[in-house]
């Protein structure tokens, strides 16, 4: 029901932001370079015993105590595709549907209670009663895992310059975005989880006009989502994963005319 709302608003966000004359249907699609941004990851801990530390003692972690790392990610590939009306004024709106995906490259910064524990035996994290021979550093540095997102937007443009070849663009959206989150270093899986988010997302373009019916595209676009909350299969707890995203895509446009 949520997701329906959500659709529904988006709908009349885009109604409500479309002026009276149209001057043209179009439908366009495009692909891209995602550079997924680094996600400061942070969350709470349920009450849990500790693995072997490393020197066959253990810890009695509380409930709500702190933790997280980073986690950082390739880039990753972004596709999108639109329909919408442009209007005589400059103005544009569309209705956008995207994916991207980035897989994780690397884990670092460990920390539990405000402290690193990046040199502990990964034991004490595992749950493992016998120690494992190599630290909590070296376990999540191999970076194995992944984020995607399936989106929808309802954007508003400017365009400048219309009577010319080249038009740059200006443009915003709001959206809802269907999260997924891995994390499984080493083989180790830690998240399994996801979340449906809020979504906004900041473009600047130039479109070059081919003919009356085709034109081709290039934009830049700032992504971002509120954070998604998971659930820790590791060890109980919950962690916030921040999801951010610079674009680089191209595509073409196919406009109907009036």
Do not use: C
């Amino acid at each position: 029901m949520k997701i329906k709302a959500s659709l529904l608003a988006l709908g009349a966000f885009a109604i409500v932001a479309s002026p009276a004359v149209a001057q043209e249907w179009y439908v366009g699609g495009s692909i891209g370079i995602n550079n997924q941004s680094d996600s400061d990851n942070s969350g709470r801990t349920d009450a849990f015993t500790t693995g072997n530390l490393g020197d066959g003692t253990t810890l009695d972690v509380a409930a709500g105590t702190d933790y997280g790392w980073d986690t950082e990610f390739d880039s990753g590939i972004a596709y999108g595709v639109e329909a919408g009306l442009s209007y005589d004024s400059g103005l544009r709106s569309g209705i956008e549907i995207t994916r991207t995906d980035a897989d994780v490259d690397t884990h670092t910064n460990v920390t539990l209670g405000g402290g690193s524990i990046d040199a502990l035996d990964a034991a004490s994290v595992a749950g493992s009663p016998t120690a494992l021979g190599a630290t909590v550093a070296e376990v999540v540095a191999d970076g194995r895992g992944d984020i995607s997102a399936t989106s929808i937007f309802a954007n508003a443009y400017y365009d400048f310059n219309r009577s010319g070849m080249i038009q740059p663009y200006l443009g915003a959206g709001i959206g809802v975005s269907d999260i997924d989150v891995t994390y499984n270093p080493s083989g180790i899986g830690i998240i399994d989880d996801g979340g449906t988010k809020f979504a906004y997302q900041l473009k600047a373009g130039a479109t070059v006009k081919f003919n009356d019916s085709w034109e081709g595209y290039s934009e830049y676009v700032y992504r971002a989502t509120d954070d998604i909350k998971t659930n820790n299969d590791l060890f109980p707890g919950n962690l916030s994963i921040e999801n951010q995203q610079n674009l680089l895509s191209v595509g073409v446009r196919y406009r109907f005319g009036a």
